[in-house]
């Protein structure tokens, strides 16, 4: 029996960034991010600041999730790892995969420590290249909220189109946030959509 492309977890490496598959030494790193309220804010995990400032996770039930990840052939979890420290400041996920349609969702997370030096830019691109390269997809797409700008100038250098709105999605304290919808597609990255060049440098 054929193993399935997702099996294969990949070691993928930048002038910035690593994507690898979970070590057990990532997750105080892991802890401190998800609970930082920024990051609360922006991935829509919470609803308010009182909530994202109260924000606890349980180390026992993460490193049981993380540590499963590895035998999952329906997705695809690499942590994105600071070569300039060797640590984790994130991680990228193509997941919801839909065989049928050739398409699945992106989702990446990166931490206080690794913002605001391409770290984030370098790592979609990387994935979006193994993706379109290895594994069988025409669509992946993603939804962000719309008051996340930088997230927003991520996905579009790295070729993602905005497709649309999904309008007040998200309720946080007194505000209601639209999702903007994005997708990149095979025959756009590869005619040069993706990030061209060289490996990036921060900006």
């Known amino acids: 029996m054929a193993t399935s492309p997702w099996a294969l977890k990949p070691v993928l490496t930048g002038a910035l960034t690593t994507l690898r598959p979970y070590r057990e030494e990532d997750l105080p790193h892991v802890l401190e991010a998800l609970t930082d309220p920024e990051l609360l804010r922006l991935t829509g995990s919470v609803h308010g600041e009182e909530e994202a400032r109260a924000a606890e996770h349980d180390p026992a039930r993460l490193r049981s999730w993380y540590s499963g990840l590895a035998g999952r052939e329906d997705r695809l979890d690499l942590m994105v790892v600071d070569n300039a420290t060797g640590t984790w400041v994130g991680e990228v996920v193509l997941n919801d995969w839909d065989p049928g349609n050739e398409s699945c969702n992106f989702r990446i997370l990166i931490g206080p420590r690794g913002r605001d030096r391409g770290l984030g830019t370098e790592a979609t691109r990387l994935l979006l290249d193994h993706a379109f390269t290895h594994l069988p997809l025409h669509r992946i797409a993603l939804g962000v909220y719309a008051f996340n700008p930088r997230a ?26 639209d999702q903007v919808l994005m997708s990149v597609l095979r025959p756009e990255w590869a005619g040069g959509r993706r990030v061209p060049g060289p490996p990036l440098v921060p900006q």
């Open 152 to 177: 927003l100038r991520v996905y579009e250098k790295a070729g993602f189109v905005v497709e649309g709105r999904e309008r007040q999605a998200l309720r946080y304290d007194d505000e209601r946030v």
